[in-house]
């Protein structure tokens, strides 16, 4: 699969770890750890400073802006999406009228084929993997 600058997939999409942490570390099983200070207290220690994470994650719609992978991670950068008919109605109009610092409305052109309705982009923007995006229809 090959993905398309301004075209919308759907994407596995991790959470962004938060504490407590269930890391793997070489060939461990997950342990859990309560805080950043400790990864970095054990890293100061000659610990790995690469490892795993075990974190909570969501299928969900995708737009993909850029179809150029980073040479160095291979990261694509995408936006999530929320579908505006899941707000209420003063949410929706919140979005529109940008009033809403985390979501800001997409033309309707930009949901291309794959979703025929209204849609908000949520920030942050996301680094996603090319395997983490299915090419079924998101509809």
Known sequence: MTGAAGEVYWAVVP???????????????????????????????????????????????????????????GDLFGLRLLRLSELSPEERQDVRDRRESQLFPLPSEWSGDRLREPLAGCLPALSLQLSELCDEDPA
Not at 17 to 23: D, L
Not at 35 to 53: C, H, Q, T, W
């Open 15 to 73: 959470y962004t770890p938060e504490a407590p942490f269930r890391i793997y570390v070489k060939d461990t099983g997950p342990i859990e750890v309560a805080s950043a200070e400790e990864i970095v207290d054990g890293l100061r220690k000659g610990g790995d400073a690469e490892f795993g994470f075990v974190v909570r994650a969501k299928a969900r719609p995708i737009l993909l802006l850029s179809d150029r992978s980073d040479p160095r991670t």
